[in-house]
């Protein structure tokens, strides 16, 4: 069963950092590729940034750019995702979901989900 976990969420102020990770557990994350979501309090969810299996291609949200990195270490079977110079309107739930291959931006093509990390960004 494939299986991913989210962790590093919580409360930060603005201008600050946090890295995200995501763990795959029961498979092996090389032959996926990834993507992070959010979903803030009564809005849709939305993508973040992704990464190719290989972690040759990296796609960013126009939210992100210059401010999120998304990087992937198959020999630990994680991906992480690094944000910095933080905004409130950062504040969400993210998750992290497993695609076979390349990045897709439909929600529903992806294998698996993990269960959300809370940011909050917030004085």
């Known amino acids: 069963q494939l299986q991913l976990v989210e962790s590093g969420g919580g409360l930060v102020q603005p201008g600050g950092s946090l890295r995200l990770s995501c763990a795959a557990s029961?498979?092996?994350?090389?032959?996926?590729?990834i993507g992070w979501f959010r979903q803030a309090s009564g809005k849709e969810r939305e993508g973040v940034s992704c990464i190719n299996s290989s972690g040759s291609s990296r796609d960013y949200a126009d939210s992100g750019k210059g401010r999120f990195t998304i990087s992937r270490d198959n020999a630990k079977n994680t991906v992480y995702l690094q944000m910095n110079s933080l905004e409130p309107e950062d504040s969400a739930i993210y998750y992290c979901?497993?695609?076979?291959?390349?990045?897709?931006?439909?929600?529903?093509?992806?294998?698996?989900w993990g269960q959300g990390t809370q940011v909050t960004v917030s004085s």
């Open positions: 979901a497993a695609s076979v291959g390349r990045c897709v931006s439909e929600t529903y093509k992806y294998d698996a």
């Open positions: 029961g498979f092996t994350l090389g032959g996926y590729a």
